[in-house]
């Protein structure tokens, strides 16, 4: 949607390298959050992170407020990170879940 | 914690059918939302729910859509003279709450309309 922003729309990478996903929003936020869609189509929450940083492995996520921003960072990837990667906001002013449309990540071996 | 449940996973329909979907939340949660995917457009938010009244549709096709909730354990999207646009993964999200809160997604209902 025109309220997020997601970059890149796709990424290719080999096995070990590190991958920098931005999630840009054009309104203040409530909250937000990071989802990967596995394949098949499934949706799995990676974070929810409304501010500051969070880590769980080798992923990290940073949202500013201030700045509108979030990003997800994946150290070492793997081939099984490859999926599409999904931040989603909810806007401080609206009840909708607002969705950007995605950054497909393939990891080559 | 079964998760979101969704049925059916697939759904193949001739055009000018109904379809209806059902989603099942996870037990405990207050909130249920219906999202649309597809490549064009993406996650398209159609509706939710709190505590089991509809709070915003405003995501939804007026004319032929319709959501229900009629107990805290299913939530139900029908949609009334299928055409081919309407083919798509729908997906049943649920959260604790409407606001702040991680949402948890089913796993889909993808639907054909040919």
């Known amino acids: 949607g025109q309220q997020v922003q997601q970059s890149p729309a796709s990424l290719v990478l080999q096995e070990g390298e590190n991958a920098e996903l931005q999630c840009n929003f054009s309104?203040?936020?409530?909250?937000m959050q990071w989802f990967y869609q596995r394949p098949e189509g499934s949706l799995v929450s990676l974070f929810y992170?409304?501010?500051g940083t969070k880590q769980s492995g080798r992923l990290t996520s940073t949202t500013v407020i201030k700045e509108r921003r979030s990003s997800l960072h994946i150290s070492s990837s793997q081939i099984t990170d490859s999926g599409t990667y999904l931040c989603?906001?909810?806007?401080?002013?609206?009840?909708?879940?607002?969705f950007g449309d995605g950054t497909q990540l393939v990891v080559k071996p | 914690n079964a998760g979101v449940i969704q049925t059916p996973r697939h759904k193949v329909t001739g055009k000018g059918q109904e379809a209806t979907l059902w989603c099942e939340p996870i037990?405990?949660?207050?909130?249920v939302f219906w999202y649309r995917q597809t490549i064009v457009q993406g996650l398209e938010f159609l509706t939710y729910?709190?505590?089991?009244?509809?709070?915003?549709d405003s995501g939804m096709p007026k004319e032929r859509f319709s959501a229900q909730m009629p107990n805290q354990s299913h939530s139900t999207l029908k949609i009334q003279s299928t055409q081919p646009q309407d083919s798509a993964v729908y997906l049943c999200?649920?959260?604790?709450?409407?606001?702040?809160?991680?949402?948890?997604f089913g796993e889909g209902s993808r639907l054909i309309v040919v």
């Open positions: 729910f709190r505590n089991q009244a509809p709070i915003d």
């Open positions: 037990s405990g949660h207050s909130a």
């Open positions: 309104t203040s936020l409530n909250s």
């Open positions: 989603a906001m909810e806007p401080d002013n609206n009840n909708r879940i607002f």
């Open positions: 992170n409304p501010s």
């Open positions: 999200a649920s959260s604790h709450s409407h606001s702040g809160n991680t949402l948890y």
